[in-house]
């Protein structure tokens, strides 16, 4: 099966400027996640999609990131204005519900991640 | 609030020695607990995962996790590890509803 699709895998930009991540799940999964790594720490989730609504949005600095995920497939992730502190990875998963698909019910599956560097 | 830590950043050993790397986690309610590993240059993949039963887990590669609910733990062991085990591991704990929390990493060098 086709895995998570993310793009672009490197992007350098410069304080202040705007970015945009894109994420194209794997097929029939309705639970979309965006998660932050920066060097040296694990993940941290962003934001978390099921199907088009957003189901946790905590962790996410809601004066400069947005996220959608229209028709609630395809989902784009956007920072504007970039800081230097948001240098990292961004890590874009999918899954399916436990319950619906067995062994790998709960799995998260991951894209190979967009590097950001804010110059 | 809910959070996971690991207990070694760095570990480097030579083939065919023994690897464990410890993992705790601090979570209200009923747990599930997985192993993540990111080879170089590639995206993170399962290793293997708890949910319930049998607190013995293996999962691929011949590795394997035991959880203790009384320490809180999840670690990760593998008896005999390869040049190509080497590799960062995550450890990460979540609620149902799949929303998972990471903790920092463990980058393993495993000499030849």
């Known amino acids: 099966e086709a895995g998570v699709a993310q793009s672009p895998r490197y992007k350098i930009i410069e304080k202040r400027q705007s970015v945009a991540f894109w994420c194209n799940p794997i097929?029939?999964?309705?639970?979309l996640y965006w998660y932050q790594q920066i060097l040296g720490q694990g993940p941290k989730l962003l934001i978390q999609f099921q199907n088009n609504g957003v189901v946790d949005d905590s962790q996410l600095p809601k004066d400069r990131f947005s996220a959608e995920r229209l028709k609630g497939v395809d989902s784009t992730l956007k920072i504007q204005p970039a800081k230097l502190e948001d240098s990292a990875v961004y890590l874009c998963a999918s899954s399916q519900p436990l319950g619906l698909a067995g062994l790998r019910g709960g799995e998260l599956f991951f894209g190979e991640g967009s590097r950001l560097t804010v110059l | 609030a809910q959070s996971v830590s690991q207990h070694n950043h760095h570990v480097i050993l030579s083939e065919a020695a023994s690897l464990e790397l410890g993992c705790n986690y601090s979570?209200?309610?009923?747990?599930?607990l997985f192993w993540y590993v990111q080879y170089p240059g590639q995206h993170l993949q399962l290793l293997l995962k708890y949910f319930s039963g049998d607190p013995l887990v293996k999962g691929i590669k011949g590795f394997e996790a035991e959880f203790i609910k009384s320490k809180f733990s999840f670690n990760l062991r593998k008896p005999s590890v390869q040049w190509s085990d080497t590799a960062e591991y995550f450890c990460?704990?979540?609620?149902?509803?799949?929303?998972?929390?990471f903790g920092g990493g463990t980058r393993v060098l495993v000499k030849p």
């Open positions: 097929s029939g999964h309705a639970t």
């Open positions: 979570y209200g309610g009923t747990v599930n």
């Open positions: 990460a704990a979540g609620a149902a509803g799949n929303k998972l929390t």
